[in-house]
């Protein structure tokens, strides 16, 4: 028998990761192999890096561009929030497929199948399976295969704060970790700290250490539950994060610059659409207006706001596809500069819609900062060192392939490869 199990701490960067802070993940990566150059995709943000990590597939191929995207409906561009419970089966209506390849839950439907607890949004937890192939549980609704809702008594009835997140871990260690009866072939458990407190407030105060703290001790239970399943059972146990954080310096309202410059009509109109994720951005332009283009990218040229912008002939690059009208992406301005209690890294962002608003000196992630895109990955099992740090870049798209190649299962269609391939420049301590 093979199993896998994935446990995901939202939000953490690996340079957070210490013996006085994370024992147990620590103590982990001493048992397992390290990825060194792990890195995250673009945007960096949880929603989008849900939908790659479950496909194994780039945006571009899954298409899940980002945490708020746009649709184009019935000749409109309308903006989305992709957190939204029910965003991805709006998608398919609009566009007749939720994600455009298959996830982990799809592949292993026949072969044990998935189970998902999460507490992050509730986009982000369905992209893991939005077309019911196995069981996701999460506090906004719970569901078994064909998307029907679990019975009451099964929903995940939890908040997301320590105590919530704490019965989410035991539930998910007695149902999917423990359990003898409808063993799955991959169980997911993804935290949703340090992530939220991470937005609230600052990296490195005391509020956060403790959350990492908190998130670490129930990384530390399915650690302990891990340890006990027998040999027989094969598990290959991978524990990781989705992206970083770095500090916010300050925001930038990209549709106002874009208006005052006479790009876009205003707030409310279709013509041009700033998709803000956080510190990136994802510019959409109606397909009658594609004359607006070239004077968009001279003026994104123009501003030192913007400190990479990637074209609509460039997407490809970064994963992207000029689906819906995008033609630009960009990452805001970024620097190494240390926070007020010493944690690197500093990134403006792009405004959000609605009431929703950034806080200067918390945390914030979606581009291509250095710390936003240095999350953290360690693999204990069959093709896996102990105690080893591996030097090879590796990325999200990485991790299906690698769990699908543990459990026997075609890998076929993906953009990731498997990491138990030997790779060079591995070193051992």
Known sequence: MHRAILVILDGLRRDLISTETTPHLAAFARQSEQFANYRTIFPSCTRVVSASLTTGCYPARHGLQGNTMALLKDGHLVRHDAGHPDFLQHKRRVTGRSLHVPTLAERVKDSGGAIVFNNVSPGAAYAH??????????????????????????????????????????????????????????????????????????????????????????????????????????????????????????????????????????????????????????????????????????????????????????????????????????????????????????????????????????????????SEQAPFLMIAGQGFGTDAVRSDPACVVDIAPTILTHLGLPISGMDGRPLQMPLMGSSHG
């Not at 549980?137 to 997140?165: C, M, N, W």
């Not at 989705?242 to 610059?257: F, L, M, S």
């Open 129 to 370: 399976d939005p077309d019911g192939y196995g069981h996701v549980y999460h506090r906004a609704g719970s569901f078994g295969p064909g998307r029907i809702p679990v019975p009451e008594k099964k929903q995940l009835r939890v908040t997301l704060d320590e105590a919530g997140e704490r019965a989410m871990t035991q539930r998910f260690i007695d149902e999917a970790v423990l359990t003898r009866s409808n063993v799955p072939a991959l169980a997911i458990l993804w935290l949703g700290e340090p992530d939220a407190t991470q937005h609230a407030k600052p990296l490195g105060s005391p509020d956060h250490i403790a959350v990492l703290q908190q998130a670490d001790r129930n990384a530390g239970r399915v650690m302990d539950a891990v340890a006990t399943l027998p040999e027989s059972e094969k598990v290959l146990f991978l524990v990781g994060s989705d992206h970083g954080h770095q500090t916010v310096e300050g925001v930038i309202d990209i549709e106002a610059e874009l208006i005052a410059a006479g790009l876009k009509d205003s707030l409310d109109s279709g013509d041009v659409i700033v998709a803000s994720n956080g510190t990136s951005a994802l510019i959409y332009l109606h397909p009658d207006l594609s004359a607006r283009e070239s004077l968009i990218s001279e003026f994104l040229a123009s501003c030192d706001w913007a400190e990479t912008v990637i074209s609509r002939n460039d997407l490809p690059s970064i994963g992207q596809a000029s689906e819906h009208g995008l033609i630009f992406a960009l990452s805001m301005r970024s620097s190494n500069a240390p926070n007020c209690f010493g944690i690197a890294g500093t990134s403006l962002t792009a405004q959000r819609a609605g009431d929703k608003a950034d806080v200067i000196g918390a945390g914030q992630h979606g581009g291509l900062g250095a």
